[in-house]
């Protein structure tokens, strides 16, 4: 499908470029050959205008001629006019003239001035006997026309030649163009190619995430189904197995439905409101206080005070809770997780100007792999995946914060994972902040 949509970019584009080439050129080739036609019948203007008609005989007043030359161009131009004739009110040719230097006979110019005269346009084009011809009539005061005929041989030439030039032109123009555009359309198809990419991984992550409840639930309708004598409490076992792993899939449809919201470019529901930063950061602590004592883990707190900042207090407790949570699976045995709340100053984040908060999360224990520190964002990933079950989640919480974080003008961010442990942290416009105040709790 993206080699076929590419193709389709490509040739669409080719096709655009195309038509845009061929009416350029022609648009140009018809300019030029317009020109060329103005200039002769502009030379074969001033021709007649200084012919003197008389019966008999073509008389040119070589003074207004002269006059009348004034560029080099219209020199080499008059040099062109070959042919000079009169004709009476009938159209027969009274006189006519031949220049010294052709071999035109009386047939070709009563010729010449038969399809001259059936025209009914004062001006255009005849060929005859191998003459490429230019004429330009005008009446001669006696009921019939002056008329001059240039060679148009030089015009002609001139024209294919400019038509061959534009072609070539048009060809090796053509050719960086396909060149370009093959260029553009992977660049432009290629962030379609890695969503798709991305989407498709997304579904298949997401259906082998809910093949394991889905199996595990009609494995315990088939344990009830069997034995149909049994009570209610008999079978409480397989109930509240089911019940937990249909929770299981309720909270993974609809993290799938928040992710999959953003990806379609539906505006997800904020309620942006002034929040208290260093409150909401202490609470989800403490919802962790009772779970870090049963593991054995020392839970610290290092919080700015009073910290007020512009956001969803709902999501962005969401995303603080995720931070705590993985760090409370990754945690070494008697580990220690840090939570802290500090100021960092001006022109760090997306808005130059404002202030930020960064909000970290830290855990002592086993380091992300490098080769996989990249991957820590993407949807359904988890470091150690035999452990998945052990630990419960999706993989998709570190994504759904990133999510929430581009809502809210901030940042999510890995800032180191090695022998120290990891750390991730929030990083958020802040409104005002004042006071500071550490605080240390061992569970």
């Known amino acids: 499908m993206i080699k076929k949509l590419r193709r389709r970019f490509l040739y669409s584009n080719l096709l655009l470029i195309t038509f845009i080439i061929f009416i350029f050129f022609l648009a140009i080739t018809l300019a030029s050959y317009s020109f060329e036609r103005q200039q002769t019948e502009e030379v ?14 073509i008389i040119i007043d070589e003074k207004g001629l002269n006059k009348s030359i004034k560029e080099e161009d219209t020199l080499s131009r008059l040099r062109t006019v070959i042919i000079l004739a009169q004709t009476d009110e009938n159209g027969n040719v009274t006189a006519y003239a031949v220049d010294d230097g052709t071999d035109i006979s ?29 004429y330009l009539k005008l009446p001669n005061g006696m009921g019939g026309y002056k008329v001059a005929f240039s060679d148009a041989t030089t015009e002609i030439v001139t024209i294919r030649f400019m038509a061959r030039a534009y072609s070539v032109a048009a060809f090796f123009f053509f050719a960086i163009m396909f060149m370009f555009s093959d260029y553009m359309a992977h660049k432009a198809i290629a962030p379609v190619e890695k969503t798709w990419k991305h989407q498709n991984q997304f579904v298949a992550d997401a259906s082998h995430e809910l093949k394991t409840p889905l199996t595990v639930i009609l494995a315990n309708m088939d344990i009830m189904s069997a034995n149909p004598g049994s009570t209610i ?25 928040f992710l999959a919201r953003g990806d379609a470019g539906h505006e997800l529901t904020f309620n942006f409101m002034d929040v208290n930063a260093s409150a909401l950061v202490e609470d989800c602590v403490l919802t962790f206080e009772s779970v870090a004592f049963e593991k054995g883990v020392q839970l610290v707190e290092n919080i700015t005070e009073d910290v007020i900042i512009k956001a969803d207090e709902a999501k962005l407790k969401q995303a603080i809770i995720i931070l705590i949570d993985n760090a409370l699976k990754y945690v070494d045995d008697k580990g220690q997780i840090l939570v802290s709340l500090k100021y960092v100053g001006k022109y760090v984040g997306r808005v130059p100007g404002k202030s930020y908060v960064k909000i970290s999360v830290s855990n002592t224990g086993t380091p992300i792999p490098k080769d996989k520190q990249a991957q820590v964002f993407e949807r359904f ?47 958020l416009p802040v409104k005002q902040s004042r006071g500071f105040r550490r605080k240390s709790k061992r569970s």
């Open 233 to 257: 409490e008999e079978q409480q076992k397989w109930i509240e197995n089911t019940k937990s792993e249909a929770k299981r899939m309720t909270d993974l449809v609809n993290d799938m439905l």
């Open 44 to 57: 074969l203007t001033i021709v007649l205008e200084n012919v003197q008609a008389v019966p008999d005989a």
């Open 106 to 134: 009386a047939e070709i110019v009563y010729n010449a001035i038969k399809v001259a005269n059936a025209n009914d346009k004062l001006s255009g084009s005849v060929t005859l006997s191998g003459y490429n011809l230019r």
């Open 381 to 427: 990933f988890r470091v150690d995946e035999s452990r998945t079950r052990e630990k419960g989640g999706y993989g998709l919480g570190l994504a759904i914060a990133a999510n929430i974080m581009q809502a809210h003008e901030g940042n999510i961010a890995l800032d180191y994972s090695d022998k120290r442990g990891t750390c991730f942290s929030l990083t």
